[in-house]
């Protein structure tokens, strides 16, 4: 059952405070960061895009033609402080969302020293920048429910859990959080004017994700090709939630970092509720139901990597302090994920209109 608690009262209180503000996006061309950007742009926001090149012909940015909606957009790697310098200068964003990561947890192990160069010194370059630069009012460093130290136990981390990360990629998202703490204590814990905050989302679904070595997307190409979904841990324990779902804890959390800089700084979970936390072949299984076709292929995963099989978050924090809610449970989330993709798949619909109508739809616009 949807969570009741706010429909589009939260959605016009959201707009009329991003309406004309100067929003700077990393990673604008990943699943999660595409998302975001077309919806600052229906909150009204002068979004500027800074990341990467898409990686496939069919990316969502590329899809959605994310390049033509935003107000500017700038292909470069945040390792390269000084282009992110001239950037920011040129359009001094008042709110900052960094989301550009080396996110695959697989692909960490073929390139482990990329994965901690992106994901910590990349992280460092952004959080120079605003430390220097004033006009930047609202900071959202996004890191992972990765970056605790998976302890296998069945209740949800908290945002003062211990950190640590066994692999490449929740080690440099678990060092990044230690580096934003460092900065937050020594340069911005006085701050008046300045709110810097770090988010913790859970497993992140929804349409327009292509990425390899997902689930969602490894399902849906194999569905589309009439190949079997092959599926390594098929009892690993997740927490599924729709892209739009942290993507809203985020922009209230910068809203109020705007507002009340130092009440609101700190660290943040956004997960869904524990009847959302479900494994994957729940999942695959799911997504087989919706689609009525497909089959699966239950691997053991003997590639020797190590990959957490029980994780999920505790999000107290986030519902006392910001009244922030999962509106969709895992059936919703899931049924929402897969219409997305048959209506693209079957040319009813373009990926622009398809991710508005979603948007349209949790917002209860």
């Given amino acids: ?108 192990y073929k390139q482990p020293k990329q994965t901690y160069q992106t994901n910590v010194m990349g992280s460092i370059n952004l959080l120079e920048l605003v430390r220097k630069n004033e006009f930047v009012k609202s900071f959202i460093y996004v890191t992972s429910d990765k970056v605790y130290k998976n302890k296998e136990w069945i209740w949800g981390y908290r945002e003062n859990d211990e950190l640590g990360g066994h692999d490449p990629y929740s080690a440099s998202k678990a060092v990044a959080e230690i580096v934003f703490n460092s900065y937050l204590q020594s340069f911005f814990y006085e701050n008046q004017v300045q709110g810097l905050a770090s988010v913790r989302a859970g497993n992140v679904i929804g349409g327009g994700d292509w990425a390899t070595d997902r689930i969602i997307p490894d399902c849906i190409r194999s569905i589309s090709n009439d190949s079997t979904i092959e599926v390594r841990s098929p009892y690993a324990v997740r927490p599924w939630q729709h892209v739009l ?21 700190g660290s943040w979970n956004f997960g869904p509720n524990t009847s959302s936390v479900r494994t994957v072949k729940e999942l695959t299984e799911k997504v087989i139901d919706i689609f009525q076709k497909g089959r699966i292929n239950f691997n053991k995963n003997t590639t020797n990597l190590h990959e957490a099989n029980l994780l999920h978050l505790n999000c107290d924090k986030s519902n006392q302090f910001l009244n922030w809610y999962p509106k969709w449970d895992f059936n919703n989330t899931i049924d929402v994920t897969v219409e997305w993709y048959k209506k693209f798949i079957d040319n009813k619909e373009s990926a622009l209109d398809l991710t508005n109508n979603d948007i349209n739809k949790y917002f209860k616009l």
Wanted: glycine share 4%; aromatic share 14%.
């Fill in 245 to 265: 779902e942290p993507l809203s804890g985020y922009l209230l959390l910068a809203k109020e970092l705007y507002d009340n800089p130092n009440k609101f700084k």
């Fill in 1 to 108: 059952m949807e969570n009741m608690v706010k429909k589009d009262f939260e959605f016009q209180l959201l707009k009329k405070f991003y309406n004309n503000k100067v929003v700077f996006v990393t990673g604008a061309t990943g699943f999660k960061g595409s998302w975001l950007c077309i919806l600052l742009k229906k909150l009204g926001a002068k979004v500027i895009g800074y990341s990467l090149p898409p990686e496939r012909k069919n990316d969502l940015f590329v899809k959605a033609n994310i390049k033509s909606v935003i107000d500017s957009n700038h292909f470069d790697d945040i390792y390269n402080y000084d282009q992110l310098d001239k950037v920011f200068k040129k359009f001094k964003p008042e709110i900052v969302f960094h989301l550009a990561a080396q996110a695959l947890v697989r692909h960490s």
